[in-house]
């Protein structure tokens, strides 16, 4: 008998659809529609997954959450519908459920969200399996009031960890909870430290006993984490690729010209040796990032600090892999499905956001709006097809133009807008034209057409605007701008020609 799945829907299409996908894959199927015992029913445990129709419960879905929380239970939940915005599958995805499916994605994505929720469930069972033997630990050493006190301190610990990072989706302050939750208490570490990636990023967490440390130092350990990370994993990255958080944030970080300030000297630097423990963060033996830990004076470790230690890594590597898949799926809901650049909401994110850095810090901000010409004409006479190819290759075009600090983003149909952070009016003029010599020189071939592509811009600065004028001013003049070079060329409303 293979693994249970529960789907509670009142459309027999779903079940069937589940049926179909998932029954040859080992699966039985259970479907529910919603009655008063229901409830009871996902609280058995019976289930390795819960697929439930978001559309048919709507918010009873914080009740079910807060249930199986409570009861510790060992299912996964597993949402799926259409009828809900992207900041409530983030709400959702942060309160405890595995993941979210859009209905029309269900065919293609069901299956590998399923895999990934029951890693999850492996997991999160290990962790509870852990717990466990730690609270049977605590009943035999009641008589060893010292072992006791020291189990009990570490059993506090844990559940203190899991309560804070177990479901936890935001890892940018995540040392800081870890410190918060009282690891010092439990191993009094010269150095602790996370190497760990989301997205694209790569993110180097570092606590340090001591209150100064210097450059030299901390590169030097970034490089012996990565090899340790390459070792352990395979997974080979550049120290460039990192990003560097210190904890406690005031730490001295002092260059080598104040190096008689320096506490950790060049005498007895912190640095690997046998005693070091770096610990995989991994799910179904795949490597999400290491833990590393020191201990003080480079004393080993003993095998109650190790088992520690690991059932510690395993909390975070879920908190990771929840944290990581979070993070796709908001990247999803700003990202263009068509081009892969940002769509709409993601661009409007990014303006908000820099156009405020920009009077904070009086630095230039301009924007740059692009429309197609023609693209009607593109579409009419070679089909919706070639269009979309037009604009796949147009929004390449213009990554591959603009700097990695640059934001570019389908505004709408046709139009495309770049955000250029830190840069005035003549910097942007200057990368329109590049922009210009890319498409002029890019192939754009369809079936074996080829497409004559131009394009028309307007461009903005915050530098032009009134001191009340604000971002809607700033995203319309560049707008205005655009439909007034398209207009002087006849673009917008083209005179037929003559028979």
Known sequence: ???????????????????????????????????????????????????????????????????????????????????????????????GAYGFVPRALLSERIYETILGGLENRKAFIEILGTIDELNDVNERLKREKEALGRKNQELGFINRL??????????????????????????DPELLGMLYRIGPRWNLALHLSEKETNKETLERLKRDIVDRLFTLSKEKISTKEITLHLYPSNLAVLDESRRTGVKVSSSSPISFSKSAVCEPLSLA?????????????????????????????????MSLKNAQEYHRLKEMAVTDGLTGIYNHKGFRDFIQREFQRSKRYNKPLSLIMIDVDNFKAINDSLGHQAGDYVLMELACCLKSSVRNTDVVARYGGDEF?????????????MLVERILRTIKNHPFEWEPESIKVEISYGISTTGELKKVEGEEEFINRADSRLYTAKRSRNLLYPVAKEA
């Open 417 to 429: 807008a770049i955000l250029l952070p830190e840069t005035e009016m003549g910097k942007a003029e």
């Open 285 to 317: 033996g795949k490597s999400l990032g290491m833990l590393v830990i020191i201990p003080k004076n480079r004393q080993e470790f003993k095998n109650g600090k190790k088992e520690l230690i690991s059932t510690i890594s395993n909390i975070l590597a």
């Open 1 to 95: 008998m293979g693994e249970r799945i529960l789907v509670i829907s009142d459309n027999k299409k779903d079940l069937y659809l589940f049926e179909e996908i998932l029954g040859p894959k080992g699966f039985d199927i259970e479907g529910f529609s919603l009655f008063d015992k229901i409830e009871s029913t996902i609280l058995k445990d019976a289930f390795a997954a819960i697929l439930v129709d978001y559309d048919l419960i709507g918010d009873k879905v914080y009740n079910w959450i807060r249930l199986l929380q409570e009861n510790r239970s060992r299912s996964c939940l597993i949402l799926y519908g259409e009828k809900i915005k992207a900041d409530k599958v983030s709400e959702i995805l942060q309160k």
């Open 162 to 187: 899991s309560s804070k990072v177990a479901y936890d989706l935001n890892w940018d302050t995540i040392l800081p909870r870890i410190l918060g939750a009282g690891i010092l208490s439990v191993i």
